[in-house]
Every structure is written in structure tokens, then in C-alpha cells.
């Protein structure tokens, strides 16, 4: 029993060291814990089932997800932390003057639209736009093509605006409704 003890610690250790090495390899901040939650993922993989054919391929295909999990995980902390980057206030404001630009050369009737399709919150949100495409007569998923076609209108407009260098003239009338 005790040899048999040990050449499973002996597979154990091995294993973790080649994990080890994979998640070094992809370069991670903390590749002994990632191989670490890879065995707790494997043990209880096993726990499971009464065996798998080859554990250590089955480790290294947990391995490869959890590798895919981190980086998506990453990928989301960084564009949230972009998003609440602070900006300037001179910055923010030409966003602002720029998005009022935008909506003020919108049609009436799709600037009445697109305000009315975002407002308020999450239920309230579904309630106002149940609301506004029979108000229109319309499906909602009609109401949320036109919204969409709207956005995409106001979008490129906005993109063009603050890629424009220079200063946003809220009192210009040569603009072109849309």
C-alpha cells in the first residue's frame, strides 16, 4: 500500500509541475494556483465518474478552458476599468457638446425615438419600450431595428465628431438632418 501511495504522489506532483510549466509558459501571474484549481477540477472530474481513460490529457484539455476562463476574466477587468477611467472635464464635456450635436441633427420624431428607447432602468426599460412600439404601431422587434439603425446613425456621427479637431459650435445651422 505505501508504494502505491507514493508513486500516486509522485504522478500527482509530476502532473502539477507540467501545469506549472504550461501556465508559466502562457505566461500568468500566478501559475501555481491555476494548476492547483486544474487538479481540484480533475479530483472531483474523477469523484464523478469511475475513471477517465487518460487523466493527464483530460487535465491539460482543463487546463486549456481555464487558460480561455483567465483571459476572458482579464479582458473584462480591463475594458471595465476603461470604462470608469476618469476623463478630463474639457474631454468630457466635447463628448457631451458632441452627443448633443448628434442628437440635434437627428429627425424629430427618431430623436423623440432613441431618448424614449433608453430610458430609465432594467423592467422599467422593457415596460416603456412594450409602451412605445404600440404607441407607434409597431412590433418591438421592429422598434428595436429602428432603434438600432437610429444608434448606428448617432454612432458614427458622434465617432466623426470627436475625431474632428475642431470645436464643437452648438449655435451651427450647416448641418444636414438625418
Not at 25 to 53: F, M
Not at 83 to 112: G, I, M, V, W, Y
Not at 155 to 174: H, I, R, T, Y
Amino acid at each position: 500500500m505505501g508504494a502505491e501511495r507514493a508513486k500516486a504522489a509522485e504522478e500527482y506532483e509530476s502532473l502539477r509541475r507540467k501545469l506549472v510549466h504550461h501556465f508559466q509558459w502562457h505566461q500568468q501571474r500566478d501559475p501555481e494556483a491555476l494548476a492547483d484549481e486544474v487538479l481540484n477540477r480533475l479530483a472531483r472530474k474523477l469523484a464523478e465518474s469511475a475513471g477517465l481513460a487518460d487523466y493527464r490529457q483530460y487535465s491539460l484539455g482543463i487546463a486549456r478552458l481555464l487558460l480561455l476562463e483567465v483571459r476572458r476574466r482579464e479582458m473584462h477587468e480591463r475594458q471595465a476599468f476603461a470604462a470608469t477611467a476618469p476623463t478630463s472635464d474639457a474631454s468630457l464635456e466635447r463628448k457631451f457638446q458632441c452627443l448633443e450635436r448628434c442628437l440635434d441633427e437627428l429627425q424629430a420624431e427618431n430623436k423623440e425615438l432613441i431618448l424614449n428607447y433608453y430610458q430609465g432602468d432594467k423592467q422599467e426599460r422593457i415596460s416603456a419600450r412594450s409602451a412605445l412600439s404600440e404607441k407607434l404601431g409597431i412590433e418591438l422587434n421592429a422598434l428595436r431595428n429602428r432603434a438600432l439603425r437610429i444608434r448606428l446613425k448617432l454612432e458614427a456621427c458622434l465617432s466623426g465628431c470627436l475625431d474632428c479637431d475642431k470645436p464643437v459650435n452648438p449655435d451651427s445651422k450647416d448641418r444636414e438632418a438625418f
